[in-house]
């Protein structure tokens, strides 16, 4: 069992940066898989930058080169770092985690980020 808190959320001017928060209840290290989604308005929810528990990160092309998913374990966070946003990145952001043997699903609530001039 795992509880997820995202932060970190708000409003941001196109181009301007913002670092998501994702707080577990629990060591991330024994945490098989964290991700971070989104999903905007009228579109289907979209898988944003996942991080392993041995630190191999992957991301969806849409951010790569401008978000970076990264974890501290001492503070049982994971983050991810959104620099260069544009208006399309305007979504609720949710982390999740895999966890256990058979990769259990567990979600927070969300924050929501809106990139607007």
């Known amino acids: 069992q795992v509880q997820l808190v995202e932060s970190g959320g708000g409003l941001v001017q196109p181009g301007g940066s913002l670092r998501l928060s994702c707080a577990a209840s629990?060591?991330?290290?024994?945490?098989?898989?964290m991700g971070w989604w989104r999903q905007a308005p009228g579109k289907e929810r979209e898988l944003v930058a996942t991080?392993?528990?041995?630190?191999?990160?992957a991301y969806a092309d849409s951010v790569k080169g401008r978000f970076t998913i990264s974890r501290d374990n001492a503070k049982n966070t994971v983050y991810l770092q959104m620099n260069s946003l544009k208006p399309e990145d305007t979504a609720v952001y949710s982390c999740?985690?895999?966890?256990?043997?058979?990769?259990?699903?567990?979600w927070g609530q969300g924050t929501q980020v809106t990139v607007s001039s």
């Open positions: 629990r060591n991330i290290f024994s945490i098989n898989a």
């Open positions: 991080i392993t528990r041995g630190g191999s990160t």
């Open positions: 999740n985690a895999l966890l256990g043997i058979s990769n259990n699903v567990y």
